[in-house]
Each structure stands twice: as structure tokens, then as C-alpha cells.
């Protein structure tokens, strides 16, 4: 199973875009799914996440701009990003949390899925 993450581009400061993620096939169960970015010579940062029990969060330098939406059970995401800033410029990648079956599910054994991100570009 991979995470195919898409949407990204080039916008104006103040524009928007949406971010699309899915899980290439069906996934046993998903415990949470998120955003991360990376921006030129920082590390990788969570920007968003949401999770099988409806937490639904995000981080300061986003709140109130960036919007996490989608189905945790069919694993497929959305960051809609709004009022864009130069500053938001990076890769974003999209993360999740799984059990791939129910023999990890009843071990407890989590895996970890990445996406291959994708380029959003701030800039007039």
C-alpha cells in the first residue's frame, strides 16, 4: 500500500490550494492520518492530522488557514490551504498510521505509511 499525495503548484501569496491524498488500496484499519511539510533548509514539521476517533488538529503556524478534511476509513485526505504566505512554501507530504491487517491489529503493530509529496510554491 503507498500514499499517493497530489495538488501542489505554484500560487500568489493570499491564494489557495487543495491537497489531495489516497491510500493506493485498501488499508485493515487506519488510526490516523496527517500533513507534513518541509520547507527549504527546515525540517519536517506536522501541519495537520486527524484520527479514527475524530481528533482533528493542527499547528499554530496554520491555525485558522489550513483545513484537514477526508474519510480516515477509506483513507484519502484533503488539506485545503488558504490565505497563503511565502513562509508556507514546501513539500508536503502526507502521513498515516495503520494496521495493515488483523494480525497487527491484535499484536499492536502500527505501520507507518509516507507519500511521495508534493511541491506547493508562494510566490508572486
Known amino acids: 500500500v503507498q500514499l499517493q499525495a497530489s495538488g501542489g503548484g505554484l500560487v500568489q501569496p493570499g491564494g489557495s490550494l487543495r491537497l489531495t491524498c489516497a491510500a493506493s488500496a485498501s488499508i485493515y484499519r487506519v488510526v490516523s492520518m496527517s500533513w507534513y511539510r518541509q520547507g527549504p533548509g527546515k525540517q519536517r514539521e506536522m501541519v495537520a492530522r486527524?484520527?479514527?476517533?475524530?481528533?482533528?488538529d493542527s499547528t499554530d503556524p496554520v491555525k485558522g488557514r489550513f483545513i484537514i478534511s477526508g474519510d480516515i476509513t477509506s483513507a484519502t485526505v484533503y488539506l485545503q490551504l488558504n490565505a497563503l504566505e511565502p513562509e508556507d512554501t514546501a513539500v508536503y507530504y502526507c502521513?498515516?498510521?495503520?494496521?495493515?491487517?488483523?494480525?497487527?491489529?491484535?499484536?499492536?503493530?502500527?505501520?507507518?505509511?509516507w507519500g511521495q509529496g508534493t511541491l506547493v510554491t508562494v510566490s508572486s
Open positions: 486527524m484520527t479514527s476517533d475524530g481528533t482533528i
Open positions: 502521513n498515516s498510521q495503520i494496521y495493515a491487517s488483523l494480525y497487527d491489529y491484535r499484536k499492536h503493530r502500527l505501520k507507518e505509511l
